[in-house]
């Protein structure tokens, strides 16, 4: 018989050359079930899951989990099972969301005492992960505030916090900007030594760089960008695209194809990528990433251009040292708000961007109301968007518009509606609701708009491209005015295809605007064939007009 110290060393021996299989048999040999302790149930867990994340191993890994938090409900081994159980629940769920509950795991998060558990970093992070999949962006807070707390915070959970306070309608554009300058205290600086010099020589054209992690899989970014991509003077601009992803497509190709030079940096660390980037002299750099999932900002403050530009992707301020313009539009900040926002800001003369076209045969359909007799508003945006504060306004628009319905259907393949169908049967309307799947294909997903009579924008955190969508469509839109950069798209894109009377200045004014739209059938009818009309040769997708604005703003950049 193998003594303890052998098969500890074993075991050792076997996890460390990855040898998952064998692991699992000597545990389960050498341990009955009736006798596993707590390390070994949460080791065999964890072998399972290093060893094939298939469905089965899931299960089993879970269950192991569960059996060693059970043994060692406040030891050490406790905490990291209870992180295990609720990672391969969420594995589970990335996998088949069907086969997921995320209650069980919640109650026993909210059952905790253990103060020491309660901040761990680990868990947390978990917790942030799950809530993340519930698109509650408030939980989300609660746990990273955790995290931005502890000793072992990374720079990607500030910028986590700070994106994620986007979603919060307590957060003031001043607070915000407060959070963003103690953040920028957290981004690193790197010491000049270890850093290449940019050339000092004259570039014979204006070097332009667009440095993003999201040109594939046909991006919301990449409808717009291609607007000033796919016609601009190469004797005068050289393009580079800057990447930072850990997979290129088709969508990459078609890029790469319109610029200069395409590099990947996914895999370089920041000295190398600085460096890398430095030695093309680039005039100018446009972030098109800010703090989102991807972001690059240590390479942003260490800077990497002469010229550091925020635009696109993110709407609002970086709060960066080096982040030297902001590109917005006079809808989107007042004059006396740039004071909170760290980047001189910079307005485009109509809108901030421009769609590069949608492949798609519009037709003209008259509001779906009048065939099936009721109203249908909708709303395709990411669900993480869906704030309370926000379905306490849809809830009272559609208890006072008889026979209403609200379709909802989220941007993001995995978005979970829990959340949602909860809280919209706590105001004893879910009858109401209907949530329809992602749709794959994006004809199908176009088409899901003729079934909509009114879209519905959420707020404080407007769709963007999902609003061009839908008046793409001929579907209006109605929005909340708001109160900085990423609460005013949705006014900004109305306003641009003068649709004022479809901005609303409060909660308000929202619902009464609803419910008006909701009775007035030829009004509504009336609003839909303007759009239909004049929206492809307004602003929001006049290309060439828009192209010509961004290259003169590049060279008044260059120049000043």
């Known amino acids: 018989m193998i003594s303890s110290t052998d098969l500890k060393l074993k075991l050792q021996e076997l996890i460390n050359n990855k040898k998952f299989t064998e692991a699992i048999s000597l545990m389960e040999q050498n341990f009955p079930i009736a006798d596993r302790p707590a390390g070994i149930f949460n080791l065999l867990g964890f072998s399972k899951l290093s060893e094939n994340k298939t469905t089965e191993n899931l299960l089993s890994a879970i269950s192991d989990f569960k059996s060693a938090y059970e043994k060692d409900r406040d030891g ?19 996998l088949d969301k069907s086969l997921v509950d995320f209650d069980e795991v919640i109650d026993l ?10 901040e761990d970093y680990q868990l947390n992070n978990s917790m942030k992960r799950l809530y993340t999949r519930l698109n509650d962006s408030n939980r989300i807070i609660v746990h990273l505030e955790k995290m931005v707390n502890n000793k072992d915070s990374r720079l990607r959970d500030y910028c986590s916090i700070n994106y994620f306070r986007m979603f919060n309608n307590d957060c003031s554009q001043e607070d915000f900007f407060y959070h963003l300058k103690n953040f920028n205290e957290k981004v690193p600086k790197y010491n000049n030594d270890n850093l290449l010099s940019f050339p000092k020589i004259k570039n014979e054209k204006i070097k332009i760089g ?36 850990n997979f290129t497509d088709d969508t990459t190709k078609v890029f790469s194809n319109l610029v200069y030079k395409t590099i990947n940096i ?27 999932s991807e972001s690059k900002v240590e390479i942003i403050k260490n800077r990497i251009a002469h010229n550091q530009v925020s635009w696109l992707g993110y709407c609002n301020t970086t709060g960066l040292d080096n ?77 006072l518009s008889k026979n209403s319905k609200l ?38 997903h176009l088409k899901l708009y003729e079934k909509v009579d009114v879209a519905l924008d959420t707020f404080p955190y407007n769709g963007v491209t999902t609003s061009f969508e839908a008046l793409f469509m001929g579907v209006p839109v109605l929005t909340m005015d708001g109160y900085n950069f990423n609460s005013r798209c949705g006014a900004s894109i109305n306003k641009n295809l003068k649709l004022d009377y479809l901005i609303s200045k409060d909660q308000e004014d929202y619902i009464n605007k609803a419910v008006e739209l909701s009775n ?22 006049d290309k060439v007009s828009f192209s010509k604005s ?5 060279e008044e950049i260059n120049h000043s």
């Not at 920041?270 to 972030?287: E, G, P, Q, S, W």
């Open 323 to 399: 982040m030297d313009y902001l590109i917005t539009d006079r809808n989107l900040i007042k004059k006396e708000e740039e004071k909170y926002y760290s980047e001189k800001i910079i307005y485009l003369p109509n809108i901030w961007n421009c769609h590069s076209g949608i492949n798609y045969l519009r037709k003209k359909i008259n509001s779906p109301t009048l065939s099936n007799n009721h109203i249908t508003f909708g709303c395709f945006n990411n669900f993480m968007k869906i704030n309370d504060n926000v379905i306490d306004t849809w809830s009272k628009i559609l208890k």
């Open 520 to 541: 007035d059938i030829k009004k509504l009818n009336e609003l839909r064939n303007f759009i239909f009309e004049n929206v492809i040769d307004s602003s929001l997708f």
């Open 109 to 118: 998060y909210s059952k905790l005492k253990n103060n020491n558990f309660l």
């Open 550 to 554: 961004f290259f003169n703003m590049v």
């Open 210 to 245: 667009f440095l993003s992690a999201d040109i594939r899989n046909s991006h919301s970014v990449t409808f717009f960008l291609k607007s000033i991509l796919k016609d601009y003077n190469k004797n005068k601009f050289e393009i580079y695209l800057i990447l930072n992803q």
């Open 407 to 444: 379709l909802l259907k989220s941007s993001m393949e995995k978005d979970n509606n829990r959340r949602i169908k909860k809280k919209f049967a706590e105001y004893g309307i879910s009858d109401s609701i209907i949530f329809h799947e992602h749709d794959k294909n994006f004809q199908d």
């Open 76 to 94: 050490k081994i406790g905490l990291e099972s209870l992180a295990n159980l609720i990672n391969s629940i969420i594995e589970l769920y990335d």
């Open 266 to 292: 996914h895999n370089l660390d920041d000295i190398i990528a600085i460096n890398t980037i430095r030695k093309y002299n680039l005039n100018l750099v446009f972030d098109l990433m800010g703090l989102t």
